[in-house]
Nanobody, 122 residues
């Protein structure tokens, strides 16, 4: 079992930055891939970024490429999402998820956090 807790969300002006953290409990966290997803009101949950269990492979959605960076520290059992040059359309609840593969669909992941709100004002 893996429990995930996201922190770091908040209100920021367009062009600003935030760093989200996904802290995990469970001794086997380092063997899991982790993905970040987001969901805006009235919209489906969408893929943002993913990282393999070792951190050696990362992927990003086209909408965030060049602005968001995913990384992990397996000693601290934490995955990060550094978000720069934020836009109002980035406003959403952001979720982290853990699974056996670093896929781009929610079904790739077995464990989910409760989410953290990110609001970008124009």
């Amino acid at each position: 079992q893996v429990q995930l807790v996201e922190t770091g969300g908040g209100l920021v002006q367009a062009g600003g930055s935030l760093r989200l953290s996904c802290a995990a409990s469970g001794r086997t966290f380092s063997s899991y891939a982790v993905g970040w997803f987001r969901q805006a009101p009235g919209k489906e949950r969408e893929f943002v970024a993913a990282i393999s269990w070792s951190g050696g492979r990362t992927s990003n959605a086209a909408s965030v490429k060049g602005r968001f960076t995913i990384s992990r520290d397996n000693v601290k059992n934490t995955v990060y999402l550094q978000m720069n040059s934020l836009k109002p359309e980035d406003t959403a609840v952001y979720y982290c998820a853990a699974g056996r593969v670093d896929g781009v669909i929610p079904g790739s992941y077995d464990y989910w956090g409760q989410g953290t709100q990110v609001t970008v004002s124009s």
